[in-house]
């Protein structure tokens, strides 16, 4: 088996190879005369180093980078995806089907460095890194080009490698830290981990470069955004505050006055960013990239359906597919009666779950048995009441919402010593959208404060790979029965009635990659 360095390095030539020979077609069609041609040198034949000479070739270079990051939604065998790595582990979400062998290990807490999850993360991770690093090498010798354009290039390339590797510090702790395009005779081809702050160092300072590189505020589009590049920079900071790098106040300020500069833009550009009126716009697909929405995987069905689709219940008849589904995530019932009564996030048909739906999409309305997760149900494409569905899925998957921002603010100023009041207002608005009374500003204190906001956390961001990172970088777990929070190392995951343990705060490097880079040893503690 080849080490995904090797196939990065095979599948940037292929690319490459494919979008050049497109280019060189395009240029035949145009019509340069026959003997042109045949002095054209064989497509087949083109190397890396023929392709970037072009500004298009940036756009492409970019493309492929958001085309690799669309691993998240990649199949993990039966009835699973990539993205119930992040899922299944939290406690929140059960399966209704167990016939993934690696998914019912992810559940249990027993996934090893075998398990395909685990293996498909790490691949795709260093599959953004591989083609971000190329846009980044090769983007500025293209001559001529727009300087603005090649700026925003390398910005949003930045912003993407940062994206990746805060996964990969995230899930793996200390890294291989690659900038640079491999070669076999690149003298870090077998590269050692790098520690963990080292590569919280080059998020930080890819994030800068893309803040400094002229995005706009927001694109519709899908391109990566000044808005988004705040976002994450106070994620980054937030998450940096907290366990295991542990720097405490100094980036939880970092954190609270970057998701500030967010709120400030929104509050005068509310039109741009700001909340959703109603839940059911947070997945509707015309409203893609647009105000809450601050970031998000791109899909749609001409390229790549929206990958949600395990959620949708096994064998219950409420899209245009009739009695099918997998149920492969499913709400564990404590954790969707831990919403408090009146919070309209728990609502049926109008939050994040449904207890009901119409047959086959657009027919008679039939209970459930049970609550299902309604945050990436697309009514258009699956059918609603009386109105057939389209079929297509063209969702987008979030990854950064507004509503995440304002809880990294309200979560950072408290910890700066107490609440503010700006800190209640931003953390206010998420329950006052829930429909849900708040008690009065006085009534908080700065361990009060601190636990609402977690509590607001695991219910607002549920389902959207947010609450697996909370928890490891708190070291608390939000307590269904008890509603407070328990410890990590000890917490009992009430969809598996199995104990977090030390060594889950990481997952294992892969065993492949570990038999084709001996640098990569040790394995993470706890694993064989």
């Known amino acids: 088996m080849k080490s995904p360095l090797k196939r990065n390095k095979l599948m940037k030539i292929n690319i490459t190879k494919y979008i050049g020979s497109g280019l060189l077609f395009g240029l035949l069609l145009l019509g340069s005369g026959c003997s042109k041609f045949l002095d054209e040198q064989d497509p087949s034949n083109l190397r890396p180093e023929d392709f970037y000479t072009l500004p298009e070739h940036a756009d492409a270079g970019i493309a492929a980078i958001h085309s690799s990051a669309r691993f998240i939604g990649d199949g993990a065998g039966i009835f699973s995806s990539n993205w119930q790595l992040l899922e299944a582990v939290t406690g929140t979400s059960t399966t209704e089907t167990a016939q993934n062998s690696d998914l019912n290990n992810l559940y249990g807490l027993i996934h090893d460095a075998n398990t395909g999850h685990v293996i498909n993360w790490w691949n795709g991770v260093y599959r953004v890194i591989a083609q971000a690093n190329l846009v980044i090498e090769k983007v500025p010798g293209i001559n001529p080009m727009n300087e603005d354009q090649r700026k925003r290039a390398l910005g949003e390339a930045k912003f993407l490698r940062a994206w990746a590797y805060f996964y990969a510090v ?49 694109d519709k589009s899908g391109h990566v955004s000044m808005a988004a590049v705040k976002s994450e920079l106070a994620i980054v900071y937030l998450t940096m505050a907290g366990f295991p790098l542990s720097k405490g106040a100094t980036h939880y300020k970092l954190a609270a006055d970057k998701a500030n500069e967010v709120i400030t833009y929104a ?14 716009e947070v997945h509707t697909e015309n409203l893609k990239n647009t105000k809450e929405h601050i970031f998000m995987l791109q899909y749609n069905t001409v390229v790549a359906a929206n990958p949600m689709d395990n959620m949708y219940p096994n064998f219950k008849p409420v899209t245009f597919n009739g009695a099918s589904g997998t149920g492969s995530t499913v709400p564990t019932l404590a954790f969707y009666n831990s919403y408090e009564a009146g919070d309209q996030r728990a609502k049926d048909r109008e939050g994040y779950f449904y207890t009901s739906y119409f047959t086959d999409g657009n027919g008679p309305l039939f209970q459930l048995g049970a609550p299902y997760i309604f945050k990436h149900f697309n009514t258009i494409a699956n059918g609603s009441s009386g109105v057939a569905g389209t079929r297509n899925n063209n969702l987008n998957v979030p990854l950064i919402r507004y509503a995440e921002v304002l809880l990294v603010y309200a979560e950072a100023q408290n910890e700066l010593g107490a609440p503010t009041l700006d800190a209640y207002n931003a953390f206010k608005r998420i329950r006052d959208r829930a429909k849900l009374v708040t008690p009065e500003f006085g009534t908080y204190n700065q361990t009060t404060f601190r636990e609402a906001v977690w509590k607001e956390r695991w219910h607002e961001l549920c389902y959207e790979q947010i609450t697996w990172f909370d928890m490891v970088r708190l070291r608390k777990v939000f307590n269904e029965t008890t509603k407070g929070f328990d410890n990590f190392v000890g917490h009992v995951n009430k969809s598996s009635n199995q104990t977090l343990q030390a060594k889950h705060l990481l997952f294992p490097i892969p065993r492949p990659e570990l038999q084709n880079n001996p640098n990569l040893t040790p394995q993470n503690p706890g694993y064989q």
Request: proline fraction near 10%.
């Open 267 to 280: 509050n005068a550009n509310p039109g741009a960013i700001d909340l959703f009126a109603t839940y059911a």
């Open 170 to 218: 995230r899930l793996w702790g200390d890294v291989p830290l690659i900038t640079k395009p491999q070669t076999l005779e690149s003298e870090d081809f077998f590269p050692k981990r790098a520690p963990a702050e080292s590569v919280y160092a080059l998020i930080v300072e890819d994030l800068l470069a893309a803040e400094a590189s002229g995005l706009p505020w927001m």
